[in-house]
């Protein structure tokens, strides 16, 4: 069944460079159908020295919603009247939504990743969390488990030590008595952190469609009674997760992360709590054609 367009058609958007690969569309249009709303989503290719054009047209078109991913998370902020403090604390936005013509801006990928471990069988106060990688996917999970009370701690290459360091200081500027520090991803620290972990997740691309034969951590490196959670949702079952189902630990898919980020946007945006297990499926749907 197509959605029908009409004169009061509402639109949501997502703009990123490049933008053809986005599963976006597919999940909120397939919840927008389920709860048949007057409104579409479509994907807008914005190049970065085109992005204040793009929010000059937002505002003049009335564009209800719109997401955000890369390149544009930390440049999108300037154009906006309002930033939530998380997404502030964060330093990076990924939904706005235009209210009477204002654009508020918040960061729903780190409740997206909440949510997707709590749905997994994840209690994350108390829970130790190793997080590999230093990037703004990093940031935006970290501070949403030293919000829920974890204890984490970043694992980043050499290269990265100073931006996991900088992830850590401004994550305690927002939660002062906040449990996260950082380490180099090593042999050394890998024996010391995993042994007494009971979450590790993978904030890096390793593993990654095309490069899907490779995996952050070593296999011996998991061990079971822990969950294992991947950001990468391209392919769906990535290595790093079959050595850790291998390992016989519980997992958590990226695409589930997708969906309730999505799931969070689309609620803030029509006020209306979409199908989640529909938009995952249409997401997945997508993956399975490439
Ligand atoms: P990013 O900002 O580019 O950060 C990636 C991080 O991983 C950087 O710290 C990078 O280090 C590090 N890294 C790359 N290759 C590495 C390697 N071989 N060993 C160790 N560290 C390595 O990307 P991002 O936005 O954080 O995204 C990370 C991944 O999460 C991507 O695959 C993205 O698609 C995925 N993601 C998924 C969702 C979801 O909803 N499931 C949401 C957001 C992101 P350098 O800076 O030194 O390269």
Redesign the pocket.
Known sequence: MAIAISGKTKILCVIGDPIEHTMSPAMHNAAIQALGLELVYVAFHVKQDQLKQAFDGFRALGILGINVT?PH?INVMQYLDDIDPVAKGIGAVNTVKNIGGKLHGRNT?AD??AQ?LKNGGVVLKASKIAL?????????VGFALVREGSNVTIL??H??VP??ADIVRDIKILFPSGKIDSCE?GKESMDKVMPGANVVI?????G?HPNAN?C?IDATCFHSGMHAFD????PHDTLFLKHAQSAGCKVVH?????A??GAMAFEWWTGTKPPVDIMRDAAIKVLSTR
């Not at 993978?202 to 390793?206: D, E, F, L, S, W």
């Not at 950001?231 to 391209?234: E, K, P, R």
């Open positions: 890369i998370k990928d997206g990743a997707a590999i990688g230093a990037g703004g996917a990093a940031r935006a980043a290459r290269d990265d931006a996991a991803l993978n904030a890096t691309p390793v990654m490779q952050i950001l990468v949702y391209n990226g695409i589930d992360m997708l309730h980020q």
